[in-house]
């Protein structure tokens, strides 16, 4: 099960207890039942003691995923493990871009993306940071085109459920 | 408080006698703490992976004792915890509680591969229930708490205590303090669900009753959950027959009129035929293993499917259910047992079908049995188990090994002995039955302990004859010796055209290694000398060894071929 984008990008959360190696476990059952993870972020959990985990992965078939989620949840650290509803939930990133490209291109790009400026220093070449949903992200990078690109840091999905 | 003082005191307050294990530089200092206080009683068996199978071979014998234990082995840093992964591993697919505590390199220096490091958290977080490195001498007492709890609660499992050596030896204040009888873990994530939802209890007899031609699927949960008689109660009030798993075995007596034995790979005729012509398969504590169900696309279908099982995640893992029923096997089963709603419905047809397959090969095998030899002049083990069965009457508690002789003890034994059937099921780990018989004895000293193996397997942890001899260990050790890796000799004669491609074996004198052992022996040849040879072993006091000198021609019938579905069972090899 290597990863066919064709197949519908699912994200599952998870509460755990902060113990050392959660996040391990986590990630080595999923690569155990053989999917790539697409994406893995950890953040504190507003109650101390906890951490809130978002992954995604692909997947098209419910059972398959409901069994993930179920042997995510027999850990002793998961509080809890669910999927996130696509349609009644909130994905984002933030990427960081690193490219080259002249003033005038720079101010179009920032007119369509409105993105925040962190560095310019170096003649031509600009720093910004971009935060929304994935695919602004990847049109902006398609519409950048290879050839300005320097250097790409994306930070992975985080979601919210309504 | 010392560390090492701590160790010992929560082993003792859960109720720990015995101790298996190997030492070396980093659970020195545990060790010298045993000598010191003498509190336990400490087997060293010859090799790490000994020390985990006698861990076991505790657990799994008092399961359905009135005092349950959890087995605990220790080991030392590096090599020493990586010989026990096999048996923690074992343990895991098996769902036995077990304990190991490993030595680990000093805190200060994890992680620069000092002297006999490994990651032994790492590799352990895989094959456990739990791991853990306790990292201040605070954490020790309640960490060794917290593991008995997890390894027995629930579907049982190993974990495993990675104690680096500073810790174990550093003091901890007056202000230390931990109190063992009101301990309750701190465990939030922990699910455990034993009762069961009375609304699903409810369709589940409504789903019964209507039932024409059900089976009771009996899985190792039955046994663990100590549910033997209620099953027993269940299957004879609402009159359906009995199919076990390989772990099911001797949950009750084996030739109980609604007993069809054994189903899956090896399973007996009746068994798998019942699981091809059913119409409702009621399981307990089981997985619905690729063992037992052969190709899943061909298992089942249409069939509706009560799954009663402590562990959600099996549930609708292979099988998917009519009736998901998240709970303990015992208590579910108590429930059914008394409950007024069930008919006791006769179902003569399909009682009567279930004859017709009990005849299917029962007199061919009958005549085999009594013939004793195979196509080569030598014994078949099928005869052996029967001789085996008449001489203890199947009281005896039976340690098997991995192999054919394990398949054909499951076939041919007349399990009477609630939970007396011990052998490695879901991981198949040959050399498994020599320390197994030892924890087995050491819980259940009563009981006679047969531990049966095959030549391949008896060589794989034979130092264990060690331990047995200075511990005089009471075992009566069957070699069922067919001069090959006979199990994998006989996928090579179905499907490998009879190349035998690593599987004959150069044999040493085994009368002569357990004569180095100080063990008697006896060898049999042929078929007259099978009863007497059991009957001395029986009753001898102390270890004692039988070789019997097997066909290697035996085949262990049926069979569904790996893959295939139930319907493709081999049932005789003559049969187009
Ligand atoms: C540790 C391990 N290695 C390999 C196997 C594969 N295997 C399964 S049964 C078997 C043969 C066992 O031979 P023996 O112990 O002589 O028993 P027999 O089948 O002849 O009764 C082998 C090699 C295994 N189960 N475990
Ligand atoms: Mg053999």
């Known amino acids: 099960m290597t990863t066919i984008t064709s197949r519908k990008r699912r994200a599952i959360m998870v509460y755990v207890a902060d113990r050392p190696g959660v996040l391990n476990k986590i990630s080595m059952l999923i690569r155990r039942k053989m999917y790539n993870v697409e994406s893995i972020t950890a953040c504190a959990a507003r109650q101390s003691g906890y951490s809130r985990i978002s992954l995604t992965l692909h997947e098209d078939n419910n059972d398959n995923l409901q069994q993930v989620i179920l042997q995510i949840e027999k850990m002793t650290e998961v509080i809890s493990a669910r999927e996130l509803d696509i349609n009644e939930s909130f994905w984002r990133e933030v990427a960081l871009v690193k490219f080259e490209a002249s003033q005038i291109q720079f101010e179009q790009f920032n007119k369509k993306y409105s993105f925040e400026t962190l560095d310019q220093q170096n003649h031509g070449v600009h720093i910004v940071q971009l935060a929304g949903i994935s695919k602004m992200i990847d049109d902006f990078l398609l519409d950048l085109g290879d050839d300005k690109i320097i250097e790409v840091a994306r930070s992975g999905f985080t979601a919210l459920d309504r | ?576």
């Open chain 2, 1 to 576: 408080m010392k560390g090492t003082e701590l160790v010992l005191k929560a082993l003792v307050d859960n109720g720990v006698t015995y101790v298996f294990g190997y030492t070396g530089g980093a659970i020195m200092p545990i060790f010298d703490e045993m000598e010191k206080q003498k509190v336990f009683t400490f087997v060293m068996s010859r090799h790490e992976q000994g020390a985990a199978f006698m861990a076991q071979g505790i657990s799994r014998a008092s399961l359905s004792t009135a005092k349950p234990m959890v087995g605990v082995c220790m080991a030392t840093s590096g090599p020493g915890a990586m010989n026990l992964v096999t048996g923690i591993a074992d343990a895991l697919m098996d769902s036995v509680p077990i304990l190991a505590i490993t030595g680990q390199v000093a805190s200060t220096v994890i992680a620069t591969d000092a002297f006999q490091e490994s990651d032994v958290v790492g590799v352990m977080m895989p094959l456990t229930k739990q791991c853990y490195m306790p990292l201040s001498v605070e954490e020790i007492e309640e960490t060794i708490h917290e593991a008995f709890y997890i390894s027995k609660t629930g579907r049982g499992g190993p974990v495993v205590i990675d104690i680096p050596k500073d810790i174990q030896i550093q003091t901890t204040a007056q202000t230390y303090q931990f109190n063992a009888a009101k301990y309750e873990p701190d465990l939030h994530g922990f699910k455990y669900s034993p009762e069961p939802d009375s609304t699903l209890i409810k369709k589940a007899v409504a789903m019964i009753n209507k039932s024409e031609c059900p089976i009771i699927l009996c899985g190792h949960g039955v046994v663990a959950s100590n549910a033997g008689r209620n099953l027993k109660a269940f299957a004879e009030k609402a009159h359906v027959p009995i199919g076990f798993t390989l772990h099911g075995l001797s949950a009750i007596p084996v030739d109980h009129p609604l007993s069809l034995g054994m189903v899956g790979m090896h399973g007996s005729v009746e068994a798998n035929r019942a699981l091809q012509h059913t119409d409702l398969m009621i399981s307990f504590g089981m997985r619905f293993d690729d063992r037992v169900t052969g190709d899943l696309k061909q298992f089942g279908v249409d069939v509706d499917v009560i799954h009663v099982e402590i562990d959600p995640s099996e549930i609708n893992k292979n099988v998917k259910t009519s009736i998901a029923i998240n709970a303990d096997a015992n208590r579910v089963l108590k429930l059914l047992a008394k409950d007024p709603e069930i008919n006791t419905k006769p179902r003569r047809l399909w009682f009567e079908q279930l004859d017709v397959y009990r005849g299917e090969i029962f007199e061919e095998v009958q005549k085999e049995i009594e013939k004793g030899v195979g196509q080569e002049g030598q014994l078949l083990m099928k005869t052996i188990v029967k001789r085996l069965s008449d001489v203890t009457e199947g009281k005896d508690l039976i340690v098997s090994d991995v192999g054919q002789h394990q398949m054909i003890l499951a076939r041919f034994y007349n399990f009477q002995t609630t939970n007396s059937w011990f052998n490695s099921g879901g991981a198949g780990t040959m050399g498994c039955a020599l320390p197994m018989s030892v924890g087995v004895k050491l819980a259940r000293p009563e009981e006679r302990v047969w531990a049966v193996c095959g030549d391949g397997g008896f060589q794989m942890n034979i130092q264990e004859l060690g331990s047995i001899m200075e511990h005089e260990i009471d075992v009566k050790i069957l070699l069922l010796n067919n001069g090959y890796l006979g199990m994998v000799r006989q996928w090579q004669t179905m499907f490998y055209s009879g190349r035998f491609a690593g599987t004959p074996l150069k044999n040493p004198n085994f009368g002569a290694i357990a004569g180095a052992y100080s063990i008697p022996y006896q060898r049999v040849e042929t078929p007259d000398q099978i009863m007497a040879a059991l009957e001395t072993a029986a009753a001898h006091q102390g270890a004692y060894m039988v070789e019997f000198l097997c066909d290697p021609s035996e085949i262990v019938l049926p069979m569904v071929p790996a893959g295939g579905s139930i319907a493709d069972m081999i049932v005789s090899l003559n049969q187009e």
